[in-house]
Nanobody, 116 residues
């Protein structure tokens, strides 16, 4: 598996939307379940959701109905569409695979700040 690079973060007002991208070099994405995590300031990293190779998704309760994960294997990219954003969604967001999580390999993440 290659390097994962997250992008698309920024400052957004409450109620706004952002789309994060997770791009991989090499053959990391198309053959793997991809997970999105986030780390709020001063808190531990937490699971946001996941998407399997077949496109099945799962989300933590706090983002259900607001966040959507999708994948474009032709572009070797996974997306996290976030809407109705709340201040408590402020965090650094990471994409990864379960294997890389297990061995402690993470990318740089992308900062999302929800504030008026």
């Amino acid at each position: 598996q290659g390097q994962f690079v997250e992008s698309g973060g920024g400052l957004v007002q409450p109620g706004g939307s952002l789309r994060l991208s997770c791009a991989a070099s090499g053959s990391g994405l198309s053959s793997s379940t991809i997970v999105w995590y986030r780390q709020p300031p001063g808190k531990q990293r937490e699971l946001v959701g996941s998407i399997t190779t077949r496109g099945m998704t799962d989300y933590t309760d706090s983002v259900k109905g607001r966040f959507t994960i999708s994948r474009d294997d032709a572009r070797n990219t996974v997306y996290l569409q976030m809407s109705s954003l709340k201040p408590e969604d402020t965090a650094v967001y990471y994409c990864n695979t379960d294997l890389r999580v297990t061995i402690g390999v993470w990318g740089q993440g992308t900062q999302v700040t929800v504030s008026s």
